[in-house]
């Protein structure tokens, strides 16, 4: 079952094709300059956000950075993470402007976004309460935090890159 499922068959169908034919819209996809420079802040932005996370999440697992506590980490990091996913949250919807109809037509995009909104909102609660305790989490919860986290961020830049590979 995919989010489209859940709507009448082509409900969203519409606000696609407009957003795609605004003039934003229309400007990127008519300008590979400009769709390669999104694609480049985008991949920075991923860079940074999945970077400073793999670092966090690597030491949760015990084999990151073992001289700090998990939680002096996260917080010094904590500012680079938020600018890769203000990064990434900036650039997306400029991506997306240029090719909404294909992205409307690809299931990965859904499942992309729908794994976006659950990495943002466990990132900012579970993650976060996991990598701020002290004294830290046990071990087992702490490892079973990061795999999902982990699992989560690299599922997102999968999808995104499974929408450009599974076009329909």
């Given at each position: 079952m995919t989010a489209l499922s859940l709507l009448p068959a082509g409900a969203l169908l519409p606000a696609f094709e407009w957003l795609q034919h605004t003039y934003l819209g229309e400007t990127i996809r008519h300008s590979a300059t400009l769709i390669a420079l999104l694609e480049i802040v985008h991949l920075i932005g991923l860079t940074i956000l999945i970077g400073t996370i793999l670092m966090v999440d690597l030491t949760l697992l015990g084999v990151g950075i073992g001289r700090h506590p998990v939680s002096r980490i996260a917080r010094e990091l904590d500012a680079f993470t938020g600018i890769g996913l203000g990064i990434v949250l900036a650039?997306?919807?400029?991506?997306?402007?240029?090719?909404?109809?294909?992205?409307?037509?690809?299931?990965?995009?859904?499942?992309?976004m729908m794994l976006l909104a659950i990495a943002v909102v466990f990132h900012f609660t579970i993650h976060r309460r996991v990598t701020r305790a002290e004294p830290p989490e046990p071990r087992q919860v702490a490892r079973i935090v990061a795999g999902l986290s982990l699992a989560l961020w690299f599922g997102i830049a999968l999808a995104g890159k499974g929408i450009a590979i599974f076009q329909p």
């Open positions: 650039s997306g919807p400029f991506i997306f402007c240029s090719e909404a109809v294909r992205c409307y037509r690809t299931p990965v995009f859904w499942i992309k």
